[in-house]
């Protein structure tokens, strides 16, 4: 759980899903699921362990195409 009570899980849910379905396009992306355009992040390691794997970035696929991941 992060300071202000809410578990990783959920936070990550918050950026993808939550914010698709607030912005009215839940129905076309902001989850894995068949049918749905989504775009991917590969990491070094586990956001759900710790948010701060989500800035070590190994792959980014938009649209089904890889792109540069920039060195920190």
């Known amino acids: 759980m992060d300071r202000l009570g809410f578990d990783r899980a959920d ?3 918050m ?3 939550t914010s698709a379905e607030a912005l009215g396009i839940g129905n ?9 355009s989504a ?3 590969v990491t070094a390691g586990d ?6 794997n ?7 696929v938009v649209r089904g195409q ?5 060195a920190e």
């Open 11 to 13: 936070i990550i849910e």
């Open 15 to 17: 950026a993808t899903t």
């Open 28 to 36: 076309t992306t902001g989850q894995l699921a068949p049918g749905l």
């Open 39 to 41: 775009d991917l992040l």
């Open 47 to 52: 956001p759900l362990a710790d948010l701060v």
């Open 54 to 60: 989500l800035r070590a970035l190994q792959l980014v």
């Open 66 to 70: 890889s792109v540069s991941v920039a």
